[in-house]
């Protein structure tokens, strides 16, 4: 595994055997009003993987993020549609919003993503491609 960063509000990771990149949000991202190295940090772990990768996206803490973020994630949504993502596979904790914030950005250019509870259920998912 490579890590690729450990911010406060998130951590990058990329595992190259599985072309797989891992990506985990903290609870800091919800008070985050600038993410000065996130589109980097996204564009240096895209560089270490190859087309048809996977990542698998725990976000299970964070429940909100400052609208004023969206349009990175969404720049950052075009990187890894344009590096062919084959699948995205979110953890979502069951009564929690993360689901609805996640979809406001990732339903804008259709990239192929599936929910689940548990880290396990996502991992053995993207493992069995």
Known sequence: MLLIAFRPEYQLTVDPAKNRIFYQNFGQMQWAT??????????????????GFSILSDMQVVNQVNPALRAQFMAV???????????????HVPGLPTRRHS???????????????TLWEADQFLDDL
């Open 77 to 91: 949504e075009q990187l890894i549609v344009a590096h062919e993502v084959r699948m995205v596979a979110e953890i």
């Open 34 to 51: 600038s993410l000065p190295h996130y589109v980097a940090d996204w564009t240096a772990a895209l560089a270490e993987i190859r087309a």
């Open 103 to 117: 979809d406001l950005v990732t339903t804008s250019l259709a990239m192929p993503v599936r929910q689940f509870l």
